[in-house]
């Protein structure tokens, strides 16, 4: 907010988000060939929560979003680029991944549930992309229990390449830009933390039941925006649709 709770105060924090535009460089606005160009940043006071949104059929979606309110320029010449991120929270299932054609990867997806303000369910899916990591997870870790987990932010995008088969001629050449955001795990607890240390599963089930609430009437609020965006069908004068 710009003002503060008594509504003349300017707040910094908000003139300190505004003087990022200045202050440094997105990567998303460097030329080609020219990612350097992009500002290095520090950030010490992040968190990690759940992004759910409606999909163009109607289905909801969910992935992991980053936010924080200080971001501060590097000191000095040391600088170990990369993004690290520590988690307490609750397993709430595992499930071997599978590729486009159903094929197993080797890795395991972790349905990781983080509590967050007023107890709301952050639902996060972790990878395990270490034989090491599976085996372990697979074997120390039940549904249900509370961890500690850290692991790696990673950001990718790569470009796929195929050529595409006509009826006669030369097969067109495509691209396509893909994009990955996983957290991967490099570590955590030997198993379940003790009771003392451990979510309540009442309280759990509870925050459960309001994510299915709130996830439900974000999807209803998506098909409404959807189908007032949708244009009326036009009648046709002629069977060639001109």
Not at 44 to 61: Q, V, Y
Not at 176 to 197: P, Q
Request: charged fraction near 30%; aromatic fraction near 8%.
């Amino acid at each position: 907010m710009k003002l503060k709770s008594d509504g003349k105060t300017l707040s910094k924090l908000y003139t300190g988000i505004v003087d990022w535009r200045t202050k440094f460089t997105s990567l998303a606005v460097c030329p080609e060939g020219e990612e350097h160009q992009a500002s290095k940043v520090v950030i010490t006071n992040g968190k990690l929560e759940e992004n759910i949104f409606p999909t163009s059929d109607g289905k909801l979606a969910s992935t992991f979003q980053i936010s924080t309110n200080f971001m501060n320029v590097p000191r000095g010449d040391k600088f170990e680029e990369g993004a690290k991120f520590e988690l307490s929270g609750v397993v709430l299932g595992k499930a071997a991944e599978v590729d486009g054609n159903g094929d197993d990867t080797g890795r395991l997806k972790v349905q990781f549930g983080v509590i967050g303000y007023n107890g709301k369910l952050n639902v996060l899916e972790l990878i395990a992309a270490t034989d090491n990591a599976v085996n372990f997870i697979e074997s120390n870790w039940e549904d249900g229990d509370t961890v500690n987990v850290n692991g790696a932010i990673s950001i990718n995008q790569s470009t796929k390449t195929w050529f595409e088969e006509q009826g006669f001629g030369e097969p067109i050449k495509r691209t396509k830009t893909v994009s990955r955001k996983e957290l991967i795990i490099l570590g955590g607890s030997n198993a379940g933390l003790d009771e003392d240390c451990a979510y309540d599963a009442m309280d759990i089930k509870r925050a459960q039941e309001e994510r299915q609430a709130r996830a439900q009437e974000i999807k209803e609020k998506g098909n409404s925006k959807g189908r007032a965006q949708t244009p009326k069908t036009m009648k046709n004068t002629n069977a060639f649709g001109f």
